[in-house]
């Protein structure tokens, strides 16, 4: 029951680098998005998806870039890392409808030097 | 624009006590609210969801409160233990079934039971 699966758990980018964080699932949840954490600023939505081949901007996605070509998984690129982007990025997923409760991943932090 | 706000500063507690968190928000109609806790370098785990036609709801030693008029829940957790200590998130959601199950968190309020 592996739940939501992140990686890698740290990363240390330099300014103008790309990569790409991975996220899956494996409990059949429609809905997946991408969070950033800084301190005092809380959870805020990058991106979101509501199944395969659907996504959509969420509150900061300037910057990232992702796809959603099967259920399971959902990455987020960033296209050319800034020191801005330093944080913490979490992945959560959950049922569309009914019990809307988020499975969040572990996280992945990430530093941009 | 839409706000959501949580007590910035921790709440120290003696164990035994009650912790009671507030949450308010502002230029929203949610459709239902969500407590999440949060450990120092984890994810965050689901505790409680209430519906905007729910006044209360209880799970063991958590209770939760929504009052629609006032904008704001309240989260408490009854007899605390040292084990409760972390930070713990109010989300929002304007909708059960529309398309995007979008939640806005609010910043957290970090919780510290004493013995």
């Known amino acids: 029951n592996a739940g939501v699966t992140q990686t890698p758990k740290f990363q240390v980018l330099k300014t103008g680098q790309s990569m790409t964080l991975q996220c899956a699932q494996d409990?059949?949840?429609?809905?997946m998005s991408w969070y950033r954490q800084d301190p005092g600023m809380g959870l805020r939505l990058i991106h979101y998806?509501?199944?395969?081949?659907?996504?959509d901007q969420g509150e900061v996605p300037n910057g990232y870039n992702v796809s959603r070509s099967t259920t399971e998984d959902f990455p987020l690129r960033l296209l050319s890392a800034a020191p801005s982007q330093t944080s913490v990025y979490f992945c959560a997923s959950s049922y569309r409808t009914g019990n809307n409760a988020y499975t969040f991943g572990s996280g992945t932090r990430l530093t941009v030097v | 624009s839409q706000k959501i706000e949580q007590n910035s500063e921790a709440l120290n507690i003696q164990e035994g006590k009650t912790a009671t968190l507030t949450c308010n928000y502002t230029n929203y109609s949610p459709a239902y609210l969500q407590w999440y806790r949060q450990d120092p370098g984890r994810g965050p785990v689901f505790l409680l969801l209430i519906r905007e036609n729910e006044k209360e709801k209880r799970k063991e030693r958590l209770k939760v409160t929504f009052d629609t008029t006032l904008k704001q829940s309240l989260f408490h957790i009854t007899a605390s233990q040292p084990a409760d200590s972390a930070t713990y998130l109010c989300?929002?959601?304007?909708?059960?079934?529309?398309?995007?199950?979008?939640?806005?968190f609010g910043g957290g309020t970090r919780v510290l039971v004493k013995p």
């Open positions: 998806s509501v199944g395969a081949g659907i996504t």
């Open positions: 409990m059949n949840h429609e809905y």
């Open positions: 989300a929002l959601a304007r909708s059960l079934k529309a398309a995007g199950n979008k939640l806005t």
